[in-house]
């Protein structure tokens, strides 16, 4: 299971830290369960960083190069700034394509998709707007 998991939005892109704590959700029950209430959700996975995108045009670019399996600088540059210096970091994503472009755009990085990956998504989805604070109710 992987411990960071990127979620990219329509107003930026999100980095996410899984508490590394075997017993805390490891299975997809135990973390549908957890989606329901932020507060338990919060305890699983805390948010790390946050890059909006400046513009329309800056969030259209970015989004179509992933969903074309590029990595853009944007999120190069992201993650590499938030993620740890380790030798080798697991990060959870949702996409194929976008996996295998961030594995090869950068060094160090092992992607992982799977199902507990994306409730995790579902959940930071679901309570987004709690955990970026610069966003407005439903932005």
């Known amino acids: 299971m992987p411990f960071w998991i990127l979620h990219e939005s329509a107003s930026g892109y999100g980095l996410f830290e899984r508490a590394e704590a075997e017993e805390i959700a490891t299975s997809t029950d135990e973390i549908q369960t957890a989606i329901q209430d932020f507060k338990k959700f919060n305890k699983m996975v805390q948010n790390v960083g946050f890059m909006p995108f400046q513009s ?10 992933i969903s074309e399996g590029i990595v853009p600088e944007l999120l190069k540059s992201f993650i590499e700034m938030n993620l740890p210096k380790k030798k080798k970091v697991t990060l959870g994503v949702v ?37 970026i604070k610069e966003l407005k109710n439903g932005e």
């Open 56 to 65: 329309t045009e800056n969030a259209l670019e970015n989004i179509n190069a």
């Open 95 to 131: 996409d194929d394509k976008l996996a295998t472009a961030l594995q090869e755009a950068i060094p160090g990085i092992k992607c992982e998709k799977s199902a507990a990956v994306a409730e995790i998504i579902r959940g930071i989805r679901l309570h987004f707007d709690q955990y």
